[in-house]
């Protein structure tokens, strides 16, 4: 029985075939997976106003200090890169 079987898996179609097919397999799994993730972070919208996490800045001595305003903070806060990072 095991030597039947070790035949069957010798063969290069046997091989080829059982390649073709975990590799279909793990594509589509990770295909899948990443549309998920994507659909996720989309739905998640922050649901109070921008100047409740407005950062403050008055100790910082930087450019962010001086140029942040809480308009373009409330027009920023909710933009998402393709991948999901804010």
């Known amino acids: 029985m095991a030597s039947t ?3 069957l898996l010798a063969g290069r179609a046997t091989a080829a075939l059982f390649a ?3 590799t279909g397999v793990l594509t589509s799994g990770y295909l ?3 549309q998920n993730v994507k659909a ?3 739905e998640k919208r922050k649901l ?9 800045l008055r100790k910082h001595n ?3 200090a001086e140029c942040l305003t809480p308009a373009v903070y409330a027009r920023l806060r909710d933009k998402m890169t393709p991948n999901g990072y804010t």
């Not at 106003?49 to 950062?55: I, K, L, N, Q, R």
Request: charged fraction near 15%; hydrophobic fraction near 40%.
């Open 5 to 7: 079987f070790c035949r």
């Open 20 to 22: 073709a097919a975990s």
């Open 32 to 34: 899948l997976n990443k």
């Open 40 to 42: 996720a972070v989309q």
């Open 48 to 56: 109070f106003p921008p100047s409740a996490d407005y950062p403050d």
């Open 62 to 64: 930087n450019c962010m």
